[in-house]
Structure formats: structure tokens, C-alpha cells
């Protein structure tokens, strides 16, 4: 145990800027910039018997944040990996979900990037993931959409989620499990998540550009469409064909594929979790079993 003595198999325990340590005993000091601008991106990354899942990937698309913010990657790959491993290991659940974190560190004020020699703040913790809830998987979540008000860099998995969480927020009061977001009439993609829908058979996904995330699960959701002679077309999505989908899914890293039966109080299709997305979710269920439930390391 490198920082304190006192975790216990029952407290979380956490990875700052080179110990770990409890959760409570994780400080930072007010003047990161993380806490003062949001300057700063992070990963969500779900393990599986305590398998972490497309490390790699994530790995890349944090790259890609930390390039898009102009700031060094403070660790190798394999450094990451190291860390991640102990991270695991050192916290209880055999699924989990990873939360890493870099901020430019700690400066004074100053809107400008602080002196080249700051340190960045290297932040990771572990949450449980919990198993999909079988009444959810069974009858879909609902979604309303709202305009999609954030920045031009959505690609870049930045900290400073404000409009996110004011989004998702409309959602909530309105009782809904996701908002889904439109930009000049296109679908983009969730307040936190990637946006499918199924029309005639046909799964259609928005492209990669820098209005959403790169979605790790949105990939593997098209690598299994690919492989599984599910036809799919990656094209942008205007909102007529949205609000006329036999099928709208949302798909993330925690929450894995997700039907969402009812928008904006109308029903989906016929307002149950349609047959591609059944498919798709025992496509996903048996991938995740055959590449990640493997003997506990
Ligand atoms: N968010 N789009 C947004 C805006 C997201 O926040 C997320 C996930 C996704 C899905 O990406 P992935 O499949 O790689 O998880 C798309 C994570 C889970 C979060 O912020 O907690």
C-alpha cells in the first residue's frame, strides 16, 4: 500500500498524482485548474472480471483528448496500464467502472496555459458496475431531445461538461433516463451517450466528426452489426427520421446498449425494445462473455 495503511478491502481506493490512497484522504488544491476553468479531460473506462474492457482504445481516444487540449500525456501506455491493473486489484467488485482524470495542474489564475514545467493532476478511482436492471432491459428507458447548445470540440473528452449536465438535467425533470441532443436539426448523440436508431431493418448511426464522442461502445455496437449480417449505415440522422424510428438505442460504457422505448412522451415503434435491439443486446451480453469473463487475473 503506497500512501496509507488504513484502506481497508471495503473503502475505495484511489490513484493521485503517483499514490494511492482512501477516498477520503484525496485532496487537491483549490487552485488546479480542473477546479478553476475545467481544464482538463478524463475516461470512463468499464472492467469486467476485473478485466479492464478495449484498454487500448480508451487509452487512444484519451490521447486524442489530451492532443485536443494541447497538453503532454503525463504517463506511457504501459505506465497506464500498470496503474490500471493496481487500481483494479486494489479495489473490490469483479466489475467496476475506471474514472481518469488530468487537469493542467496547479497555477495561479491566469486564463493562459500556466509555465511548461507545471505538473498536470493525475487523478483515477473505481466504482462498482452494476449488471444491467432486468426490468429495464425488458421494457426500455425513455429520452426527451433538447438543442444540442455545447462547444465544436464534442470529440474531446473534456471535464468541462456544464452543458452536458444542464442537458441531461432537462431529462431528468422530465423524468426521462437521457436527453437527446439535435444540432441544426441532426441528431448529434446523448447528454451521455451515443444515439442509434433502426428504421426498416436498417441500423443508422451519425458519423464521427467533432459534434459527439468517439464512443468506444458505439464502435463495438457497428463491429457487431458488421459481423453479425446486421445492416447498418453510418449517415447523418435529421431529426424527422429520429421522431419516425422504429428503434432508438443509446449505448455508453456503463450502461452498455439501451433501448429507449418512449421520446418525448410519444412511443417508440410499438413502445417495447424492438427485435434489433434484442438482437443486438445478446450480441453484446455474449461478446462481453466471450472476451472479458475470463479466470480473475
Ligand atoms: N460518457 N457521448 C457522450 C457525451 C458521453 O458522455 C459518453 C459516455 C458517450 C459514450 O461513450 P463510450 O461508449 O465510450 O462510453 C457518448 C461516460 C460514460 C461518462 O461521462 O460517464
Request: glycine residues 6%; contains cysteine.
Amino acid at each position: 500500500m503506497s500512501a496509507s495503511g488504513r484502506a481497508s478491502k471495503h473503502q475505495p481506493l484511489v490513484y493521485l498524482n503517483g499514490a494511492f490512497m482512501p477516498l477520503e484522504d484525496a485532496r487537491i488544491p483549490v487552485l488546479d485548474r480542473g477546479f478553476i476553468f475545467g481544464d482538463g479531460v478524463y475516461e470512463v473506462i468499464p472492467v469486467y472480471s476485473r478485466h479492464p474492457f478495449r484498454l487500448g482504445e480508451h487509452l487512444q481516444r484519451l490521447q486524442h483528448s489530451l492532443d485536443g487540449i494541447r497538453l503532454s500525456n503525463p504517463l506511457s501506455e504501459a505506465r497506464w496500464q500498470a496503474l490500471i491493473t493496481e487500481l483494479i486489484a486494489r479495489n473490490t467488485g469483479e466489475d467496476q467502472y475506471l474514472y481518469l482524470h488530468i487537469t493542467r495542474g496547479v497555477a495561479s489564475r491566469d486564463h493562459a496555459f500556466p509555465p511548461a514545467d507545471t505538473a498536470p493532476t493525475v487523478f483515477m478511482m473505481s466504482s462498482l458496475l452494476l449488471p444491467a436492471n432486468p426490468a429495464l432491459r425488458a421494457h426500455g428507458v425513455s429520452a426527451i431531445c433538447a438543442q444540442d447548445n455545447r462547444w465544436l470540440h464534442c470529440d474531446i473528452k473534456a471535464i468541462s461538461l456544464l452543458p452536458n449536465v444542464l442537458l441531461r438535467q432537462l431529462g431528468v425533470d422530465a423524468g426521462a433516463a437521457e436527453t437527446i441532443l439535435l444540432r441544426d436539426g441532426y441528431l448529434t448523440e446523448g447528454a451521455a451517450s451515443s444515439i442509434f436508431i433502426v428504421k426498416a431493418g436498417i441500423l443508422l448511426a451519425p458519423p464521427q466528426s467533432q459534434l459527439m464522442l468517439p464512443g468506444i461502445t458505439y464502435d463495438v455496437v457497428l463491429e457487431l452489426a458488421a459481423a453479425n449480417d446486421i445492416p447498418c449505415h453510418i449517415a447523418p440522422v435529421p431529426e424527422s427520421e429520429l421522431r419516425s424510428a422504429d428503434e432508438i438505442w443509446l449505448t455508453s460504457s456503463t450502461r452498455e446498449v439501451q433501448a429507449i422505448t418512449q421520446l418525448d412522451g410519444q412511443p417508440v415503434g410499438n413502445g417495447a425494445p424492438g427485435p434489433t435491439y434484442k438482437k443486438m443486446d445478446q450480441l453484446y451480453q455474449d461478446f462481453k462473455a466471450s472476451t472479458m469473463r475470463l479466470p480473475t487475473p
